[in-house]
């Protein structure tokens, strides 16, 4: 597959000129409430997410859409939630990406936790790529792509984006 990066660059100039509004309105939201994600494993989920990335699980509610399944919420700060639905006994099968699908969850964190952080996913063994020498990619235990970035909350690589 041959990628036109000359005809990308001008599909983005175009988009930027089009869509990009000179004075951005204020966003009609309050904020993400939660991301909802699924897992295979709630005790594993929660040992990753609460012992390892130092997320803290703040509530297990029963799934009101499927009797017998979990709801549950991590705090990952500035009041947003990380979310997960199990759905035991069905076979859902191994975490795949498709289009319209997940890609990957950025959460920001500063750079002495982004530091902690990458020592204790070395010393899990967790299978990890830094990029930018602040952002480190890697798999939870179901395979959804996550991001760890040391740059503040509305910018990215140095550059404001909000």
């Known amino acids: 597959m041959t990628i036109d990066h000359a005809a990308g660059q001008a599909r983005r100039e175009r988009i930027e000129e089009v869509f990009l509004l000179p004075h951005r309105p204020s966003s009609s939201a309050r ?3 939660h991301v909802a994600l699924i897992s295979t494993d ?3 989920t929660i040992r990753f997410y609460q012992d390892l990335l130092e997320f ?3 509530k297990i509610v029963e799934n009101r859409d499927f009797q017998g399944s979990s709801h ?3 705090d990952t700060g500035n009041g947003n939630l990380l979310a997960f639905f199990d759905f035991p006994g069905l076979d859902l099968g191994p975490y795949r990406e ?3 699908g997940l890609h990957h969850i950025a959460i920001s964190v500063d750079p ?3 530091e ?3 020592g204790k996913l070395e010393m899990a063994g967790v299978p990890h790529q830094i990029e930018s020498g602040a952002s480190i990619y890697f798999k939870d235990p179901d395979g959804a ?3 760890l970035l040391a740059d503040h909350l509305g910018e990215m690589y140095g550059s404001r984006v909000l």
Do not use: D, I
Request: positive net charge.
């Open 112 to 114: 002495a936790t982004w």
């Open 56 to 58: 803290p699980l703040t």
């Open 116 to 118: 902690r952080l990458r």
């Open 72 to 74: 549950f919420f991590f």
């Open 31 to 33: 904020g993400l409430h």
């Open 98 to 100: 498709v289009l319209g």
């Open 145 to 147: 792509r996550l991001e």
């Open 42 to 44: 709630a005790e594993r």
